[in-house]
């Protein structure tokens, strides 16, 4: 049993330590100095409200954070393209900027099922290019 619970704080640690925490605010976004920076800026601030596409049960916090992912997540997107690696990854950038716009008009409506919609498809954008172009 020790051992089993070893190894799962183990794996726990090691995926943890795939995505560094970096959480720039959005004056700052502009800045970053690499893709790396980008990928990292999106997974910190994505990560915390991939559970409201089932949680649809928004309150004004709820609703303050989406309007902050969508418009950080759109100006990692506009940043990214200082490090295109070609039509593809160009694709799943705009398609990724457009499901932010997309949340931010959610926000706008305060429609729960229109801002699961765009997060669900900011996570298809992303995963795609992961897929496809990593």
Same mark, same amino acid.
């Given at each position: 049993?020790?051992? %089993? ?23 700052? *976004? ?9 990928? #990292?800026?999106?997974? =910190? *601030? ?6 409201? *596409?089932? /949680? ?8 303050? =954070? ?9 100006? =990692?997107? /506009? %940043? ?35 801002? #699961?919609?765009?997060? *669900?498809?900011?996570?298809? #954008? ?9």
């Amino acid at each position: 049993m020790r051992s %089993r619970w070893l190894f799962l704080v183990f794996v726990a640690a090691a995926s943890l330590g795939c995505v560094p925490y970096f959480n720039p605010p959005l004056e700052d *976004i502009a800045k970053l100095g690499s893709l790396k920076d980008v990928m #990292a800026a999106q997974a =910190t *601030i994505t990560d915390p409200v991939w559970t409201k *596409i089932d /949680d649809r049960a928004y309150g004004e916090r709820d609703w303050l =954070t989406l309007r902050d992912v969508s418009v950080r997540i759109l100006a =990692t997107s /506009d %940043r990214a393209e200082a490090w295109s690696r070609g039509s593809l990854f160009d694709h799943y950038d705009a398609a990724l900027g457009a499901a932010a716009k997309d949340l931010g008009a959610a926000v706008d409506q305060k429609s729960a099922d229109l801002a #699961a919609q765009a997060l *669900i498809d900011m996570r298809r #954008a992303c995963r795609a290019c992961h897929d496809h172009v990593r």
